[in-house]
């Protein structure tokens, strides 16, 4: 299915102000991961895109940055209040873009957009410091200055939300931004790029282009010009990035991959908690970040939260996220539902065990898998130890606090944790000891614009959200005068 096109649905690179529809005479097809159709051609980008593309966020850089903050949170509240307006259009196009039901992409359309209304009040309070001094005639200050030009390169599981969290803070920083979407879902960047042009977003300031991302990645790492990359992608690639940055020395901010451990403690609602449990785990169809991949269950409620979460998953419609009845869509490429097929296999010659679902489907058509629930008896198994961006839930079992946090922090990522419990010293104990950027408490969103979100280990390097995501963007500079 096509999606209707208007005036703001323009879908092209986006450089210097200008929308350009073609560049080296390549396209690319959007493909609909629910149908397998086309949704539409874009234009594919090369090189000389990123080139043209820096070269413009260099000019906007000289204007944005001598942009009052409160006239640039003008025009970013300008974007947010048109991506209200036109959010059910939009949400729309994400949801044949990246097959999400259309609820998740109402949400998180809302999101996106209040990203860059929280950012265009955050950029005016970029406050510096004084520091006495230790001698009379001296006088100290630190200012924060804007970066300058920003490559941001994001990932397609949210293709609204991770390009406005970088954006937003960017510029509300008053930097400006060559953007690079995921390939697999660069319709709704554009339209986020487009928002901020009907705004007035100043020429060259936002740029948006598209291309081989290795090349892409390339050019912005050994561009001077580039002063940070902001990367939400794969640990893999975030490591490439690592690699060229060392030659470089290109600034990074790396939201990297995560396996998320959820604690379940005896005192809850096993029920209420199993059933949530789904509903999160299911969440874009596994495919988030900070999706709750290792169920770690006390063994004195294991066998009934198997039961409620396996009555739960029978319950869960899979379809086209345009249907109003579909709770969980399809993955986003076959190569990423093989990936899953392949550590389901791996998993049960492992030992696990298939208590729900585990087989790719339903229908011929579009890249589904099943709800599985898999059920484990060693921290070793592959569904225990990789990122599975899937609807896949593996459950192993606890019995002491100890044991449970040990097998909680049992992996290379550090990104999100969960833990359910009525008990007030096991949630301070198990908060404090686990080695994740976030904690989750009787809560599965442990996240906010306000609030910073960041990976340990190997999930990330730098924040976005809140105040250190503006941070992220700026640097800071001592002013020193002395013989005062
Ligand atoms: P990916 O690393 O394959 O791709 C991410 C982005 O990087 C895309 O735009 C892609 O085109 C680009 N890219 C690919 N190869 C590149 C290269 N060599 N140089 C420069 N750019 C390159 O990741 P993905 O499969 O799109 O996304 C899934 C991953 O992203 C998961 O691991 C997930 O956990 C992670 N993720 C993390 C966060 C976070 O905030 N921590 C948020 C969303 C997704």
Redesign the pocket.
């Known amino acids: 299915m096509k999606p209707d096109r208007t005036d703001h649905q323009d879908f092209s690179q986006f450089i210097g102000g200008r929308r350009l529809k073609i560049a080296a005479n390549q396209t690319y097809s959007v493909i609909n991961p629910a149908t397998e159709d086309v949704v539409t051609d874009i234009p594919f980008g090369d090189k000389d895109s990123c080139l043209e593309g820096i070269a413009a966020a260099e000019k906007g850089f000289m204007v944005w940055r001598n942009v009052n903050p409160f006239d640039r949170a003008l025009i970013l509240k300008r974007a947010a209040a048109l991506m209200h307006e036109r959010l059910d259009e939009y949400a729309k196009i994400t949801v044949l873009e990246s097959g999400k039901p259309l609820t998740e992409a109402i949400g998180e359309w809302k999101v996106a957009a209040n990203f860059f209304e929280w950012y265009a009040e955050e950029g005016k309070r970029n406050y510096g410091r004084v520091i006495p001094a230790s001698r009379n005639n001296k006088r100290m200050s630190v200012i924060q200055q804007p970066m300058g030009v920003v490559g941001a ?6 293709p609204a939300y ?1 390009p406005a969290r970088c954006w937003a803070a960017a510029l509300g920083a008053g930097c400006s931004v060559v953007a ?5 879902t660069p319709l709704t960047a554009m339209l986020i790029a487009g928002c901020l042009h009907d705004a007035g977003i100043p020429d060259g300031v936002m740029n948006l282009i598209t291309g081989d ?2 090349v ?2 390339q050019v912005m790492l050994q561009s001077p010009s580039v002063r940070k990359i902001s ?7 975030g490591k ?2 690592m690699d060229g940055a060392s030659v470089t020395h290109t600034r990074l901010s790396l ?4 396996s998320a451990p959820v604690l379940v403690f005896p005192d809850v609602d096993v029920d209420q908690i199993a059933a949530e449990s789904v509903t999160a785990k299911l969440r874009n169809a596994g495919q988030v ?1 900070i999706a709750p991949q290792r169920y770690i269950v006390h063994e004195e409620i294991a066998e009934r939260f198997l039961q409620a979460v396996k009555k739960k998953m029978q319950s869960i419609i899979s379809g086209n996220g345009l249907d109003p009845k579909t709770e969980m869509g399809p993955l986003i490429r076959e190569v990423q539902r093989e990936n899953i097929d392949r550590i389901v296999k791996n998993s049960l010659a492992a030992g696990a065990e298939v208590q729900f679902g585990g087989h790719k489907g339903p229908g011929s058509k579009g890249f589904f898998f099943e709800p599985t629930l898999l059920r484990i008896n060693q921290a070793d198994n592959p569904c225990f130890q990789q ?1 599975i ?1 899937g609807p896949v839930m593996p459950v192993i079992t606890f019995h002491t606090l100890e044991e449970g946090l040990m097998l909680a922090n049992q992996t290379p990522y550090g ?1 999100a944790s969960y833990v359910f419990t009525n008990d007030l010293k096991t949630s301070v104990h198990a908060s404090e000891k686990l080695e994740f950027g976030m904690v989750g408490i009787n809560e599965w969103y442990p996240q906010a614009y306000e609030a910073p ?1 960041g ?1 340990w280990k190997q ?2 390097l730098g924040y ?1 959200c809140g105040p250190e995501g503006l941070t992220e963007y700026t640097e800071k500079k001592l002013i020193s005068i002395g013989g005062v």
Do not use: D, Y
């Open positions: 390169i994001t990932a397609w599981n949210f991770n690079k979407p995921s390939e697999l991302p290795a892409i990645g990367f939400t992608g794969s640990t893999r690639v490439i990035l939201e990297l991959g995560g970040c990122e961006f990104l979100f990976g999930s990330g976005e």
